[in-house]
């Protein structure tokens, strides 16, 4: 209970401390770069992603989740995204190949340990 309660601390002073960088970042983009208001933009909001994301990996780092559980569901949304791009026939193949992938990074998690995710 402890842990949890020291993570959404955590949580909070990371938000403060991002929303803080955030702004310096926005002063930096608007003042000094000189680049277009497209492209500070962007820049912008990566940072902001960026930030977010690296957040969330502490926090869930702090908590003791190990991030190794994430890699099935990661490479099997990064297939359907990739193979969603694809034409309407190729559906068929994006759920055969997103679910043999989804196992087999299963399998590798539970059954050998995720030594197979760690050596690549």
């Given at each position: ?15 403060w ?31 902001k992603?960026?930030?977010v ?5 502490l ?35 994006l759920?055969?190949v997103?679910?043999f ?5 299963v ?14």
């Amino acid at each position: 209970m402890l842990t949890i309660i020291r993570a959404i601390f955590l949580s909070l002073i990371l938000y403060w401390l991002s929303k803080n960088l955030l702004g310096i970042v926005r002063i930096w983009l608007r003042t000094g770069s000189g680049l277009p208001l497209a492209t500070e933009a962007l820049l912008y909001k990566l940072c902001k992603i960026l930030l977010v994301s690296i957040s969330a990996v502490l926090v869930l780092h702090y908590i003791g989740i190990d991030l190794i559980v994430f890699a099935p569901f990661g490479g099997a949304m990064g297939l359907g995204i990739g193979f969603g791009l694809c034409p309407l026939d190729g559906n068929l193949l994006l759920l055969r190949v997103a679910w043999f992938w989804l196992l087999l990074e299963v399998w590798l998690v539970r059954c050998c340990n995720g030594v197979g995710n760690r050596d690549i």
